[in-house]
């Protein structure tokens, strides 16, 4: 079973950056996608960011040009790098492993706790 870790959450003014990282128990290689997706209070969890096997990258709309998803294979780590944070960001951020496998392609599908990111206005 993939476990995911999150890491990097905190509070940020407005215009800030943090990095987030998340790191998995088992070669990110053999995830055939890897996503942040967060969570604001009263509202349903969405995309972030994407990042497959083969570095292929997708972003919400609304992160796009601030956000940045990346991965380091040797250490089995994702990151989502946030530049130009603003408040509507302020949710809990999950990592996201997609994998599929088994004799069918059956999708497996595993999350972190998550980690919280505040911005302040």
């Known amino acids: 079973q993939v476990q995911l870790v999150e890491s990097g959450g905190g509070l940020v003014q407005a215009g800030g950056s943090l990095r987030l990282s998340c790191a998995a128990s088992?070669?990110?290689?053999?995830?055939?996608?890897m996503a942040w997706y967060r969570q604001a209070p009263g509202k349903q969890r969405e995309l972030v960011a994407a990042?497959?096997?083969?570095?292929?990258?997708n972003y919400a709309d609304s992160v796009k040009g601030r956000f940045t998803i990346s991965r380091d294979n040797a250490k089995n780590t994702v990151y989502l790098q946030m530049n130009s944070l603003k408040p509507e960001d302020t949710a809990v951020y999950y990592c996201?492993?997609?994998?599929?496998?088994?004799?069918?392609?059956?999708?497996?599908?595993?999350w972190g706790q998550g980690t919280q990111v505040t911005v302040s206005s």
């Open positions: 990042i497959t096997s083969a570095g292929t990258r």
């Open positions: 088992e070669s990110i290689f053999s995830i055939n996608t």
């Open positions: 996201n492993a997609d994998q599929i496998k088994g004799s069918f392609f059956r999708l497996y599908t595993y």
